[in-house]
């Protein structure tokens, strides 16, 4: 079947003509990926709508196979008739065919059902975002739902598969997915997630009569009752069937091959190869780095006895603006504060910014079922218009707070001048407007964490030396240690209270089991970033401009890190002349 797909196409005039082919190639076998990037015409756009991609051996054997064929024709390409543009184009698209072909090997080291970002939690997103601009999409969600049983069922096959393979989660992973599936499909089918955001739609949506309104939702209702119910106690029974055979330890150490399958996960997510030794050492050295700055702050807020962690404490038992109790209005109170650092933090960017997305980005709470195991997110804004920017707040208990360095990532200047504009600039081919290929963690993820960086060389916590204490523990230090823990689970056998143990909240600890590799592309992101400026500082000295940089930097949009460096030194040639 490959190498029909390989040998069955016409090549395409120019490259851009091949990338636009392309990516809607690899769009018609992804209908949600689809539904995300809204490329096709109105008939060919509506029927993938109402498909839910498959996640079957099949479905992967046919990517694989695409992606090869893409690479096939990429190359008859020469990269020195391009423009600069289309070579950085090509260059990411490259890098991105190739991490799914080297990959294609470690896909069943990933966990189809765990609680941070398995299927089951990846259907509700897709279904609870789709846009319902008019009923024919109301009737697209149902199309979907209808759905959800056959694609769980799939998710159950692999999982079985590879339980034959001795490649099962460790048992933690498997009693939190339990547990949140069974959240998931507690309530009565009416008050469920599915149908509770279809009804949340439906009430935004004008001239939809009431007998429509009553007929959709009874029959989402129905199916949840009918179908997907089912589906997800047949799930939850063959996790629990895993239970005594799993095993207790949670790096990818532990299982067949494991050790290549983590530099894998670490290579995608990231962006460049290195080794985890390596990044072990950097997340110390930067720890220590942090740790000074953080004493500095203590020592300014008058707590100098004790230990670090002793001062923190106090420090932060002190902190303004929290609310320690579960009272009624808390979270909206919490959910108000963020939009008012996001309205200050668009206004102090202008010193820092020429470009803005057009979208607005707004602030909203995480879906109660998945939040106690969700860290904070972000969504771009629809092609079309019709949903903004959303910054995701997760809030399952006291003490609630807003933190304006969260703010400063997840929205602004961090993913919603990152992700809005990339979604907004015409001058990108498609596949790198809409992230077609892969969200490129290292770039993306760097650029938030860079985010709040600028916000506290800025100057901008000028005057709050809470809010820069929460800075340097809760988001710069807690990302440094990201990297020890990160590897530490997954190269050097540390186990879950270890990472607790070095100072990293248990949820989170037992995120980087279940998604291993991705924890460190934030920090080495940001690094990368701040190197790249620091490189444009010294080669162009007074005729470097931050602005200009930022500027680039938010033209590329997402793109591997050493692309991006390709793209800064182009930069940095091209403003010598």
Known sequence: MTTSVLLCFALAANIDEFFDRFTKEWLRLDPVLASRVQAF????????????????????????????????????????????????????????????????????????????????????????????????????????????????????????????????????????????????????????VWVTTLTQRLDELKGLPASARKDLLETAAGTVESSIHPAYRRAIAILESQMEKAPTEVGLWHLPNGATAYDDAVQRFVTVSMPAAKIHQMG??????????????????????????????????????????????????????????????????????????????????????????????????????????????????????????????????????????????????????????????GHSEGWGLYAERLAWEQGWYEGDLHGELRYLMTSDLFRAKRLVVDTGLHTKRWTIDQGVAYGIRRGEVERYAAWPGQANAYKLGELKIVELREKAKRELGARFSLKEFHNVVLRTGSVPLDVLAMVIDGYIAERRK
Request: net charge positive; hydrophobic share 40%.
């Open 284 to 441: 110390l050295e930067e720890v220590a780095r942090i740790e000074k700055d953080i004493d500095r702050v203590l020592r300014q807020l008058g707590e100098m006895e004790g230990t670090l962690d002793e001062r923190i404490a106090r420090a932060r038992a002190k902190q303004p603006g929290v609310i320690r109790e579960n009272a009624p209005g808390a979270r909206d109170k919490v959910l108000a504060g963020y939009l008012s650092i996001i309205r200050d933090a668009e206004r102090r960017s202008d010193a820092l910014f020429d470009l803005r997305p057009k979208a607005p980005v707004v602030v909203r709470r995480e879906q109660e079922y998945r939040e106690a195991n969700s860290a904070a997110s972000y969504t771009p804004p629809a092609p079309d218009g019709s949903r903004p920017g959303i910054f995701w707040v997760p809030m399952p208990r006291p003490p609630f707070s807003a933190s304006r360095s969260l703010a400063y990532h997840e929205a602004v200047p961090g993913h919603h001048f990152q992700l809005a504009l990339q979604a907004e600039n015409n001058e990108l081919p498609l596949f790198r407007k809409r992230r077609v290929f892969g969200t490129l963690s």
């Open 41 to 192: 015409d109105a008939e060919e756009q509506n029927r993938l709508d109402r498909e839910l991609t498959p996640v079957s051996r099949k479905q992967s054997a046919l990517q694989l196979a695409l992606a090869k064929k893409g690479l096939a024709e990429l190359k008859t390409f020469d990269r020195r008739t391009l423009s600069d543009a289309q070579r950085v184009s090509a260059a990411m698209l490259e890098w991105q065919l190739e991490r799914v072909v080297q990959g294609a090997p470690f896909e069943d080291h990933r966990y189809v059902f765990n609680q941070f970002e398995g299927l089951q939690t990846g259907l509700v997103q897709t279904l609870s975002l789709m846009p319902v601009r008019r009923e024919q999409d109301a009737r697209n969600v149902l199309a979907r739902l209808t759905q959800v049983a056959q694609r769980i069922d799939e998710g159950i096959a692999l999982a079985r598969e590879r339980e034959k393979r001795g490649l099962l989660p460790p048992r933690e992973i498997l009693k939190l997915t339990i547990d949140q599936m069974r959240r998931l499909i507690a309530p009565e089918p009416a008050k469920t």
